[in-house]
Structures are given as structure tokens and as C-alpha cells.
């Protein structure tokens, strides 16, 4: 027997849960392109979109996925042949660096491994190898959805400024702007990437960079530009269609304008202590089955190092594709492969599996998440630690705060 009829939860961690408002929000007629509704809509988005990333600076919005939004960070920092140091635990960090080379930009990575943070002392390093000033930027993915290891921005930021080096600071938020605290202007990023389709709650289709003023100054000349991913005009239109050049992704920036509007109603402070309590809960979880199990654990040991949207995990393979199936056709929750942790055509990509609890998610859905995959284990027979569910759903009953209740 299946239990998994009723509303599906994609918890892969992106796309992520698109809100019924969203959804309702682009279900609507082609508007004008020229005047009207959609014009005043937009007039609007600026400044919100310049709140979720707690800056007042530049923003650009682009048709495109993330990794357009990653050429669109290149096409504008870099001139062919400039160089930039690329910090990478995961597969995004990687990424990010092929696309830069690919355009040309010399980017040196320093790789810390799939479970290992950021190191200062490496990176420190690197910077001080780099006496004439050559390395541009500083590329850097906040959590990488891969690994689910969380950076620390702003200790990159103070140790280029301990350092005197002027490099600009460029930072992926893909996957975790609107879930994990991020302050771009506090923490001296010059540049923040990210897409519509994970925090932000809206389909895969927008891509979004926010640039610093002193970026904007030193990037000027960048000769990578091309017209379409040129900022300069996106972020200073005088006509409208100068903002998207060319026809506005229309349909996308409706649903985008009910996303942040929930984001704002919510308030960003307390969206980010949801996705905290969400996170510890799915921890706490799994810290219990692997109490039972050494096989079972998380992929980053230290909490201070861990993103707040999505988890990395170990069970042992093939567990992790048997239970991914099960939970999937079985209890209607679909959970994320376990990315770049080992080839697919290696029988130890079966031991590893993701689960997101990012953006439009609540406790229900994260306990239920967990319960199931739970109960998955017993159907498969996947040994496993007694009191992750009661561990779990502690840790959202001391989050919550209490309620002032008529009863
Ligand atoms: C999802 C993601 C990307 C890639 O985004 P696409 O839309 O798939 O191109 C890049 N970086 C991070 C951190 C991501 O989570």
C-alpha cells in the first residue's frame, strides 16, 4: 500500500515549495509591457529586493537560473585574463569557478573538501602570496547546497581589510537568501548572486545580482561585458524594458512581488529564525539515528558551519536511494540526491541524500518530513536510533515561542 496520495512535499532543495499566493499571483492574463500595472509593480520591487539582501546599493535582475546569475557576476567584475580566488567546499564553489574560467578569468580555487569549512589560515595565505594586488575578487559561496557547509562571510570580509587587500568580495546566496542570515552591506560584500527558485519561493527563471557601489566604480571597464548581461543599464533604467533588456520576464516577477511580500509580512529576522529551528530540528533527528547507527550523520560536524536550508546526510548505501524511493512513492516527500559526494555510477552515491528546508516550509512540514523518512526506515530495515522524532519535535517546541491563548 501507498501512503503517498495528498499534497506532495519537494524537499530536494530546489526548486523549493512554491506558496499557493505565488502561484495565484502569476495566474493571470499577458499584461502590457508598456504602461500600467506592470510598471507600478516593478517601481516597487526595487526596494524590497534591495531589503532580502539587507543592502542599499545595486540590484540587477536577469531571465536566467543560477548559473546565469554566476555569468552575469563574471561577465561584469572581470576583464579576460583578471584573476580571482574562488573558495570552494562543494560543488557550487567548483562551478562557479569553471564558469569564470570558461570566460576567460584566471581562477585560482582553494578547495577545502565536501565536510570541511572555509579555512582563514589557507585563504590568508593566498592573499598574502599575492603582493602586487593582482586577484580581483574574491569568489565564495554562502552555503553550498551541495555539502550544506555555511561560510562565514563577513571573517573573509575583516580578513581582507586586516590584510589591506583590495580585492571585492562576490558571494553565492543561491541557496540561501531568504533562509539563512545574510547581511551584504554590514559584512562588506561587493557582490551577492542569486536565483527565484529556492528561498525566494518563485519557479526556476530569475536570476538576481545586487552590487556594491565600490564594485560598480572598479568594474567599469570590465571588458567581459556583453550588452545582455551588462548591469549598468538594468540597475539605472530610464526605459522601461532597459530593466530586462529586452521584454520583462512578466509571469515570473508577479509571483516574485507575492513572495516578498510574504517574506516582508513575516519579517526577515523571524524567516531566518524559522529556517534555524527547522534546521536544529532535522539535526537533532539525525543525530538520534545515528546514535544507533554509525553509518548515519550529518555531512558537517560543527553546527556554526552548518546552512539553515538544507541538510547534507549520510546513511550508508545503498540506504540512502532505497530510503529516497520509499519516502517518495510511499509517503508523498521526495528528499535531494546526495550531490558531487560521489559519481552516480558509484555504488557509494546510494549512501548519501539531502534534505531541503528551504523557504515556504514549516514545522509540520520538517516533522513530517522527518516522520517519514523514519518510517521509511523501518519499512526497509534500515537499523537506526530510537527518539529522533521526539528529539526533533522538541527542538521546534522550544523554538516556538508561546502563544498568549484564549483557552
Ligand atoms: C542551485 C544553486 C546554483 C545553481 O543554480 P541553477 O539555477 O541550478 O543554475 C548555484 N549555486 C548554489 C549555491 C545553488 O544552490
Redesign the pocket.
Known amino acids: 500500500m501507498s501512503l503517498a496520495n495528498g499534497r506532495a512535499y519537494l524537499a530536494i532543495?530546489?526548486p523549493s515549495v512554491m506558496p499557493d499566493r505565488v502561484l495565484a499571483a502569476m495566474h493571470r492574463a499577458a499584461p502590457n509591457i508598456y504602461e500600467g500595472d506592470l510598471h507600478r509593480m516593478v517601481e516597487g520591487l526595487w526596494p524590497d529586493l534591495k531589503a532580502v539582501a539587507c543592502t542599499r546599493q545595486n540590484v540587477a535582475i536577469y531571465i536566467a537560473?543560477?548559473?546565469?546569475?554566476?555569468e552575469a557576476a563574471n561577465a561584469n567584475l572581470f576583464s579576460r585574463g583578471d584573476r580571482a580566488l574562488v573558495l570552494a567546499c562543494g560543488r557550487?564553489g567548483i562551478?562557479?569557478a569553471e564558469s569564470a574560467r570558461a570566460m576567460g578569468v584566471s581562477a585560482e580555487v582553494l578547495d577545502f573538501g565536501k565536510s570541511s569549512p572555509v579555512d582563514l589560515s589557507r585563504v590568508e595565505a593566498a592573499l598574502k602570496a599575492d603582493r602586487a594586488h593582482e586577484l580581483k575578487a574574491v569568489l565564495l559561496?554562502?552555503?553550498?547546497?551541495s555539502s550544506s557547509i555555511r561560510t562565514d562571510v563577513a571573517a573573509v570580509r575583516q580578513l581582507l581589510d586586516t590584510l589591506g587587500h583590495p580585492a571585492l568580495l562576490a558571494v553565492?546566496?543561491?541557496?540561501?537568501l531568504g533562509c539563512d542570515e545574510y547581511r551584504m552591506d554590514d559584512w562588506g560584500v561587493d557582490l551577492t548572486?542569486a536565483?527565484s527558485?529556492?528561498g525566494l519561493m518563485t519557479p526556476?527563471g530569475l536570476?538576481f545580482v545586487w552590487f556594491s557601489d565600490r564594485a560598480k566604480e572598479r568594474c567599469r571597464d570590465s571588458d567581459l561585458r556583453t550588452p545582455y548581461w551588462d548591469w549598468t543599464p538594468r540597475a539605472g533604467a530610464r526605459e522601461f524594458y532597459q530593466n530586462f533588456n529586452g521584454t520583462a520576464p512578466t509571469h515570473h516577477l508577479f509571483g516574485l512581488r507575492e513572495a516578498l511580500s510574504m517574506i516582508a509580512e513575516e519579517g526577515l529576522e523571524q524567516v531566518w529564525a524559522r529556517h534555524d529551528a527547522l534546521a536544529r530540528a532535522v539535526w537533532a533527528a539525525f543525530d538520534a539515528w545515528g546514535a544507533g547507527n554509525s553509518e548515519i550523520g550529518l555531512n558537517v560536524a560543527d553546527p556554526a558551519f552548518r546552512g539553515r536550508s538544507v541538510t547534507a546526510a549520510r546513511l550508508g548505501a545503498p540506504h540512502a536511494s532505497r530510503l529516497r524511493e520509499w519516502t517518495e512513492h510511499r509517503g508523498g516527500v521526495t528528499l535531494g540526491i546526495g550531490l558531487g559526494m560521489a559519481l552516480p555510477s558509484e555504488p557509494a552515491y546510494h549512501g548519501f541524500l539531502r534534505v531541503a528546508h528551504m523557504g515556504h516550509v514549516n514545522a509540520h512540514m520538517t516533522l513530517g518530513a522527518l516522520a517519514v523518512m523514519e518510517a521509511g526506515m523501518v519499512a526497509l530495515g534500515i537499523p537506526h536510533g530510537p527518539g529522533a522524532l521526539a528529539a526533533a519535535a522538541g527542538v521546534i517546541g522550544k523554538a516556538a515561542s508561546p502563544l498568549a491563548s484564549a483557552y
Not at 537560473?65 to 554566476?70: E, K, L, S, Y
Open positions: 532543495p530546489g537560473n543560477g548559473h546565469g546569475a554566476w557550487f562551478g562557479w559561496t554562502h552555503v553550498d547546497t553565492d546566496c543561491i541557496a540561501s548572486v536565483a527558485q529556492k526556476p536570476g
